[in-house]
């Protein structure tokens, strides 16, 4: 059993090691296989000075002691963590999102090079809303389906022949260059009265109701091109970042033209 | 024993990595203790196409099979690692040494954050000199007297109270920022497929329409706040800035969910 001054010292240590962690972006595992990966994850979170963590679908379930094993004392980050079903609840309540990946997808996203994408997820944070950055799992990484969710990609300049990055490195590299672009610039929020994007629960919210608009309406066609079509529309409805007042309108608006005519 | 057609694959996957291999700083781990860590730093550096890899008295020896197993792949970077009995033996042939510490010394030496300080190396590199860079063991990091060796320390924004960067995390970040210091000067957003917006003309004829349907349906009411209204709509739809491809498929939308239902 553990004896009462060595939990003091360790909550002691957690202490001080969650003073120095600011507001950051939300890191998102999506489908990590190993907890070791999802361990070293946690501690170049913290390294950097980020601590939420969030995993969709992980393969060996949760908690995973593995992962406890690895974090090396970033249990504040490991203790904290949220498990979710799905990508879109992961980041229902995220205003804006980044995907990860190397590869170039047909999917109409700007990629930003790490710098970039992180200094502008600064405002969004400065302002009181979230952002998160998805990561896909060991094995394939993020689908088309996933990184359709995203207003960007971040994308880092790997060896065309070796680009496979490890997990938690991948990680650390985001939270670094997050750690970096506070250090750079504290006064990120000084002129930014642009209002955040809605969370994405909302956006999604609306392009579901689109898509049911469109389904009565026979759009979809023909059915084997309807995936595609839906992640086009998705994909562009996303990057638009319509505001939470924009899209009640958007949604009024839509209700308001599928109306039978008078 | 491996068949003569495999060896010929390996020896194909190895030609490709190293073909993106460029000539880049000496990464030079002092002491380093776990095959693991040695092996995913080979992995990293060959990510960013880094490929020269030096140890100063492995605790392990060299070479080491479970570095073998870790580097996924990297075997370009391990199988021509070199081996030394001090630092300066592995710094004798460089022109200019980096020692990576998140702790500030009582050494004269300027403290570079890792981009400035991989900047500084890129002149060297490119007139045929060598740069090293210099990372300290799992336990202790790299002493006085080593860092006594360097031009400069690399220093990377940690938190304070949780610093400890993992080996194979902190030469991720130096190798990466090597690349990113090596594209900038290439073309790695020139060949970003993004689409550019569609011309204006093209997102005003969707809106015309879009507030066509609006104004049939009813939608822009009570009569005096309609100007807002339509003001309002038309920044989001504009700030979006759709593609024409994105257009066309949104025109095809609201015609469809506009139709008098069947």
């Not at 209002?195 to 084997?224: C, M, N, S, V, W």
Request: proline letters at 6%; aromatic letters at 6%.
């Amino acid at each position: 059993m553990t004896k009462p001054e060595h939990t003091n010292e360790i909550r002691e240590a957690r202490r001080r090691a969650s003073e120095h962690i600011k507001p950051s972006p939300v890191f998102v595992l999506v489908e990590p296989q190993m907890g070791e990966n999802i361990g070293a994850a946690a501690r170049a979170m913290l390294n950097f000075g980020a601590s939420c963590l969030r995993l969709v679908r992980p393969r060996d379930g949760w908690p995973n002691a593995k992962a406890g094993a690895t974090a090396s004392g970033a249990s504040v980050v490991i203790d904290s963590v949220t498990v979710f079903d799905t990508i879109d609840e992961a980041i229902a309540d995220c205003n804006f999102v980044l995907a990860t990946t190397a590869r170039q997808r047909e999917l109409a996203l700007p990629v930003m090079d790490a710098k970039s994408a992180i200094a502008a997820t600064g405002p969004i944070i400065m302002s009181g809303g979230r952002a998160a950055v998805l990561f896909g799992g060991e094995r394939n990484g993020l689908s088309s389906e996933d990184t359709a969710r995203a207003n960007a990609i971040l994308s880092v300049p790997v060896n065309p022949a070796f680009s496979s990055l490890n997990l938690a490195q991948a990680v650390c590299l985001v939270a670094y260059e997050w750690s970096n672009s506070q250090t750079l610039s504290m006064d990120f929020h000084a002129n930014s009265s642009f209002p955040a994007p809605a969370q994405k629960e909302l956006a999604t919210h609306l392009i579901e109701y689109f898509f049911e608009l469109l389904d009565r309406a026979g759009y979809f066609y023909p059915p084997e091109k309807a995936p595609l079509m839906r992640r086009n529309m998705r994909t562009a409805l996303l990057r638009a970042e319509f505001t939470a007042n924009e899209i009640t309108s958007l949604h009024g608006a839509l209700k308001a033209i599928s109306k039978k005519p008078v």
